[in-house]
C-alpha cells in the first residue's frame, strides 16, 4: 500500500512556488478579478512628461559626450 503525505500546497496554482504559498496570499481581491481599475490609474501627468523628457535629454547628452 502506497503511503501518501498530507498536500499542503495548491494544486491549481500551476507553479510550484505559488503553490506553496498559503492560500491569502494568492487571494485576488473582487475588483481585481473582474479587470476594473480605476480610472485615475492611467492618466499621463505633466510630472510624467516632465520627467520622461528629462531622461531623454540626459540619455541624449550623455551619448553625445560618450562620442565626441
Known amino acids: 500500500m502506497m503511503r501518501r503525505s498530507l498536500v499542503l500546497t495548491d494544486e491549481t496554482a500551476r507553479h510550484p ?3 506553496s504559498l498559503p492560500p491569502h496570499v ?3 481581491e ?3 478579478s473582474q ?3 480605476s480610472p485615475r ?3 499621463l501627468t505633466a510630472s510624467d512628461v516632465r520627467g520622461a523628457a528629462t ?5 541624449f ?3 553625445l559626450a560618450f562620442l565626441v
Do not use: D, P
Open 17 to 19: 512556488f505559488r503553490a
Open 26 to 28: 494568492c487571494r485576488v
Open 30 to 32: 473582487q475588483s481585481e
Open 35 to 37: 479587470g476594473e481599475s
Open 41 to 43: 490609474s492611467w492618466r
Open 55 to 59: 531622461t531623454y535629454f540626459a540619455t
Open 61 to 63: 547628452a550623455a551619448t
